[in-house]
């Protein structure tokens, strides 16, 4: 196996959220997101990109599921991994450094599917 990651439903207090996220979602105080968990690649396929598309796979099964979520979150086990979501344009929570999370809007644009 050269990749692989899990997707759980999750979710975020909204005061979690920066303001700027907040005033282009609903006003709940939990708001629905999906956590990437195990996302890994083997060290022999590592540096091809292969990360990049397990991410844009998850974030593309979430868009285009019945259940919907306005981000998707990961845990960063350490700084390397932190470094790779942030690069792939997730923004760590000021309340909690090592939980990053990427809104689905930014994906949306140019896919063809309905979220919040
Ligand atoms: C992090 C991991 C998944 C990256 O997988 P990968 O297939 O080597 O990554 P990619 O080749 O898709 O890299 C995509 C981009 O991210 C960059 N990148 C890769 N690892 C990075 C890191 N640690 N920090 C910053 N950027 C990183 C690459 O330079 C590349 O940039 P580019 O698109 O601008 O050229 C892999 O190193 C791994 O399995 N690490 C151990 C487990 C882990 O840390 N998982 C993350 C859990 S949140």
Partial sequence: MAGYYTLAASSVRADDLPPEI??????YPVLPTVLVGRL???RGF?????GSVLLAD????????????FALI??????N???FCRHQGFRPFTSRPTTLFL???TIKKGVDAEVI
């Fill in 40 to 42: 890994a690649v083997d």
């Fill in 74 to 79: 990961v845990d960063a086990k350490d700084e």
């Fill in 46 to 50: 590592r540096g091809k990109g292969l």
């Fill in 22 to 27: 907040l005033k282009r979602l609903p006003r």
């Fill in 81 to 83: 991994a932190a470094a």
């Fill in 103 to 105: 809104p689905l809007g």
């Fill in 58 to 69: 998850a974030a593309l099964r979430v868009l285009k599921g019945d259940v919907k979520a």
